[in-house]
């Protein structure tokens, strides 16, 4: 092949319309990812973008909206601990999943129902 995939540039997950302040505390308050400047052309679109590490998640509107309840981002955490810890302190439920073998997992959905994985792996 001539060609090779590199890296993952974002990932996207939808929300409804008018939800970027619920996105900010979320993502960023909650989460701790770093509110990061959508480009001039498509900040009429709304929605929010996000990056930690070099990783990036986009919010991005969608009408009619619908959560992803089977596909979902997957994050590698350390200390998985801690943050059911800090996700419990903060009211954003979760869920353990025991059936992956040699991680320790939970599953989250943001505010909008959108399921998100996270892992440590052990």
Known sequence: MSFVFKQ??????AAPKN?????????GEILGFRE???PEKLRKRGGVWFEF???QIHI?????FAPAKKAHPAFQVENIEA????LAKNEVSFIID????????IYISDPFGNRIEILEWI
């Open 53 to 55: 590490g070099h990783y």
């Open 8 to 13: 993952i540039a974002h990932i996207q997950l």
């Open 83 to 86: 943050l059911k810890l800090h």
């Open 60 to 64: 991005g509107i969608e009408e009619p």
């Open 19 to 27: 939800s970027e302040v619920l996105a900010k505390k979320f993502f």
């Open 98 to 105: 025991e059936d992956l073998p040699g991680a320790n997992r």
């Open 36 to 38: 990061i400047e959508k």
